[in-house]
């Protein structure tokens, strides 16, 4: 049985779309980091950094195995699966690439605006208008690239989609307001919105972990 920490956040929903897409079983533990669950000694033996999302693969070659960071956890299913990632060659590094690129780049600097623009109390007019136009840059990356392919990767969804997807959803509805310029006339990227979030598992993993 595969055991995921998770949260309500866009990291916490990467794993449970892959999940999903896979029809694997899987127990969910909701991590609250409202309440700074991430920091209890139980989640601590399984994410070394406090940080959502984790897992635990009992089934794993060699006996259980603990996986944290997203992008790790994400191609750890896929060369498990045999699925969403090539195994060898261009195909595969194509998208690592883009892999990479979320999980350093577009994923960071939204939740940093995300902080400095909308939870800080304080605001720090420096740091919002260095995360601000950051994000609109990366967003440019992303419709560059997306006027040049179907998906992130090429002409295959993949784990790369997977990460990239929730982040944009984010821009597009919590940051909305701050990223309205930089959102407006984006018609590959919209095409690959609803293109990824049309697919049920998606659907499904996007509403992982269930909370009142």
């Known amino acids: ?43 601590l033996r399984v ?30 299913l896929a060369d498990k699966s045999g699925r969403f990632l090539a195994p060898s060659g261009p195909a595969r590094y194509k998208a690592l690439e883009w892999l990479f690129w979320q999980v350093g780049g577009q994923g960071p600097m939204l939740g940093q605006l995300g902080f400095f623009a909308k939870r800080s109390e304080e605001k720090a007019p420096l740091a919002i208008g260095r995360f601000t136009d950051e994000a609109a840059r ?11 392919a179907p998906f992130l990767a090429g002409e295959d969804y993949g784990i790369a989609d997977m990460a990239t997807y929730p982040w944009t959803i984010a821009a597009k509805t919590f940051l909305k307001d701050v990223l309205a310029e930089s959102l407006a006339s984006k018609p590959s990227m919209e095409r690959w919105l609803k293109a990824v979030g049309d697919r049920p598992a998606v659907q499904r993993g996007m509403a992982v972990p269930k909370v009142s």
């Not at 998770?6 to 969910?28: A, C, D, F, Q």
């Not at 406090?50 to 944290?68: H, M, R, T, Y």
């Not at 990366?138 to 040049?148: A, D, N, P, Y």
């Open 47 to 76: 994410s070394p950094n406090n940080k959502i999302p984790a897992l635990v693969d009992d089934e794993a070659d060699g006996g259980p195995l603990s996986v944290f960071e997203s992008g790790a956890i994400l191609v750890y």
């Open 1 to 43: 049985m595969i055991t995921l920490y998770t949260w309500t956040t866009p990291n916490g929903r990467k794993v449970p779309i892959m999940l999903e897409e896979l029809g694997w079983p899987y127990e969910v533990k909701p991590v609250d980091i409202g309440r700074d669950e991430q920091f209890s000694p139980e989640f």
């Open 138 to 148: 990366l967003l440019g990356v992303l419709e560059r690239r997306l006027s040049e």
